[in-house]
């Protein structure tokens, strides 16, 4: 009987000591927890051997974990070294006006590929430096856009008010300068005959929250419940990108109409919400 749980013992520390020359940690690890586990439901190996073995079987667990320790304190480091090499390849990213989008999205895309095989701690660490990234970038494309669009409107105001003095709507300074939609309506012969310039100056100082001149009272009135009336009838909005286009297409402004228009635009430069809801 002592024989035989002695021979289970033996047995059993060679099995941990051929675990010193695996590879896989993790396995390593369980293995080792399984044998200790088996080691206590065998019985006494007798008076002469227990202590013995139990002495060689506990410093052969000692080594072995002593060395998984170290194997891990090794791979952790390791990791380490990626995760800084990572953070620094992000870090070197450029979100300004000078950044270039597509280098961005192309370093952010190598990152990502090669933090895959890092633990998910260290992953999510890096996931959300790239969270900030993009945010950063998506905010730069909207600085960008918002910039643009301000500069169009900034040549569309210089345009009507030079337009107010000269009919030859091509020969305007800065007629190349405007956006398509801006050419097209200020050269289209359509225009809409159940409405007016006016109609649509007053519309465009409702959709901008701007005042209208008193004598036009009546006439914001009007537009209101017809603006009402759309959008309880058909769900439709006032869009402010047709109402601009429209206003352009009934041909040479008078130098108020100009003034107005210019107004509008300075009140849709100013405003982020209005500039946003440009085409």
Known sequence: WYGANREQKQAIIKQVKALLAADDIEDKAAQAKQ???????????????????????KETNDQLFQALKNQRQVEQQQDDDIVSALIAELDAIQINDEGNDEDAHMMIASVTEKMQSLPKAKRLLLEKRIAKL????????????????????????????????????????????????????????????????????????????????QEDEALRREIQLVMLSDKLARGEEARLEQALSAWLTYGQPSTADAQRFHAILDKVIAQPALLAALN
Do not use: H
Not at 39 to 45: C, F, L, Q, V
Not at 49 to 55: M, S
């Open 35 to 57: 044998l200790q586990q088996t080691w206590k439901e065998i019985g006494n190996a007798g008076r002469r051997y227990e202590t013995k073995l139990w002495q060689v079987f």
């Open 134 to 213: 993009r945010l950063a970038m998506d905010n730069r494309t909207e600085n960008r856009q918002f910039a643009q669009k301000k500069q169009q409107l900034s040549v569309l105001q210089q345009a009507v008010m030079e337009w107010a003095d000269n009919s030859d709507v091509t020969a305007l300074v800065c007629f190349d300068a405007l956006g398509k939609n801006y050419k097209q309506a200020m050269t289209s012969a359509e225009q809409d005959l159940t409405r007016s310039r006016p109609w649509y100056t007053t519309m465009l100082e409702i959709l901008v929250a701007l005042p209208s001149p």
